[in-house]
């Protein structure tokens, strides 16, 4: 199938350099992200292309399963809270986070938005959902399972250990939205609730798989305090947040109680 399907070899410049690359690319109405140890649901792909020509939404946002390698076993996740088929208005729909397994977005809003990824840097997906999803006006709710999302695979980027070494490229991610975004324009507010919760999980990683390291408690301090408005919103939010603002890194010798409440 020459005119669907595309082979591109270029230099390996990790997971931004693919998103740059292909919404460069990519001429389709609508464009969608596909991890190489994912997959679709043939006959939900087949539903949304046949479906595809009627709709004119923003974003589409479907279902998708977790399946775990190990087990085998398969959950079905949603962001959306609404099963009913179609066409919503964004700032009604979206919750207070959301991954890049549920959603397509129009490549035209893609190309707007005017991303550049980091480069060599995992994770900028979240880049991508969350910068996209603020500015959207309209999603179209396709209630099928479409993005088939694999866990529990030894060495994928959500692996602890794997985490554990590249919670680095959150900090760039975390620090590339708070340089672009300006929460004061927001369309829909959805910006904001996604990297509030982003850095409470971020706080409690490091202590969770650094043992609260000081260094790193201390980069993210300073990101977070690049918006003095959201830095106080995150102290307000997240209790993880407001006690590393408040000792900047020096609360590691009491990490196990700091587990005790994560």
């Known amino acids: 199938y020459p005119a669907c399907f595309k082979a591109i070899n270029k230099a390996n410049g990790g997971y931004g350099s693919v998103l740059n690359y292909g919404i460069e690319h ?5 464009l969608k992200v596909l991890d190489g ?10 539903s949304f292309i046949e479906k595809a020509p009627s709709i004119n939404s923003d974003v589409v946002g479907f279902s998708y399963a977790e399946i775990d390698d190990i087990s085998k076993t398969s959950i079905i996740k949603r962001d959306i ?26 490549t035209g809003l893609v190309r707007n938005c005017q991303i ?3 480069e060599h840097c995992l994770y900028t997906d979240t880049i991508l959902v969350t910068v996209v999803l603020d500015v959207s ?11 088939q999302y694999r866990v529990g695979r030894e ?35 959805f910006a904001w609730s996604q990297c509030l919760g982003k850095f409470d999980i ?3 990683e490091i202590y969770r ?30 209790r993880v947040a407001r006690i590393s603002l408040a000792c900047n890194g020096l609360f590691s010798p009491y990490v196990a109680k700091m587990k005790g409440f994560m």
């Open 81 to 106: 809270p609404i099963e009913a088929e179609g066409n919503y208005k964004a700032a009604a729909m979206l919750g207070k986070s959301a991954s890049m397994h549920s959603f397509i977005y129009k």
């Open 116 to 118: 550049d990824f980091p």
């Open 37 to 46: 140890d994912d997959w679709f649901n043939s006959s939900a792909l087949a």
């Open 155 to 189: 060495g994928q980027s959500v692996d602890p250990r794997v985490r554990a070494r590249k919670l680095n490229d959150m900090h760039k991610v975390l620090s590339y939205l708070m340089a672009s975004l300006d929460f004061s324009s927001s369309h829909n507010g």
């Open 209 to 238: 798989l650094l043992n609260g390291d000081r260094e790193m408690i201390r980069q993210l301090n300073q990101i977070a305090s690049s918006n003095a408005v959201f830095v106080k919103s995150l102290a307000k939010t997240s």
């Open 137 to 147: 006006d309209t999603v179209y709710i396709f209630p099928q399972d479409l993005y």
């Open 26 to 30: 990519a001429n389709g109405r609508y």
């Open 202 to 204: 971020q706080y409690k």
